[in-house]
């Protein structure tokens, strides 16, 4: 944690950060992620990502589905995160496990623990805040195409999408 506020401090533009009071839900903002053993996704207002397991970053399929589901969030955080500025965010995550570890703010877990200090450095860097809630698979099936590589299924559910993916901002 210490390390976190070296790296954080220089990049501090040293005035106080005020949020909107209310929290705007990620469904508000149109904004999904997902995971799945295939990739990770995430669709921001029209804009979207995908990060598969594949080719250097296959490794990333060892680890855990809760693991993964963090990661979309996190590269969802560091690709579209300079529009959430000074917003509140709530986000609506179909990962029960990860849904308690953003809003504890701590996990057990140290490789679940370094990506969740990695989106509380980006949530500080360009000014949002974060919290999550619950929704089930049902309702994030924008981002859950795109994790299953089902691009057809995608285009019909977001047809106001862009044609050309966003690239993401990879954390690892």
């Not at 877990?109 to 089930?136: G, H, K, W």
């Amino acid at each position: 944690d210490v390390e976190w506020w070296i790296h954080y401090l220089p990049t501090w533009n040293g005035k106080s950060m005020f949020y909107d009071e209310v929290w705007v839900s990620s469904v508000d903002l149109h904004l999904y992620t997902d995971a799945s053993d295939l990739a990770a996704s995430g669709y921001f207002q029209g804009s979207w990502f995908v990060i598969p397991f594949t080719g250097r970053l296959s490794y990333l399929r060892a680890h855990s589905i809760n693991w993964r589901e963090l990661y979309a969030i996190v590269a969802a955080a560091a690709t579209f995160g300079s529009a959430w500025s000074n917003k509140r965010i709530m986000l609506h995550c179909d990962n029960q496990c990860i849904v308690e570890v953003i809003r504890s703010g701590t996990c057990k877990n140290p490789q679940i623990m370094d990506l969740l200090r990695l989106l509380f450095f980006i949530s500080a860097t360009y000014r949002f805040e974060v919290s999550s809630c619950y929704v089930s698979t049902t309702c994030n099936d924008i981002a859950d195409s795109l994790s299953r590589l089902q691009f057809k299924r995608f285009s019909q559910l977001a047809p106001e999408a862009d044609t050309q993916m966003t690239p993401p901002c990879t954390v690892f």
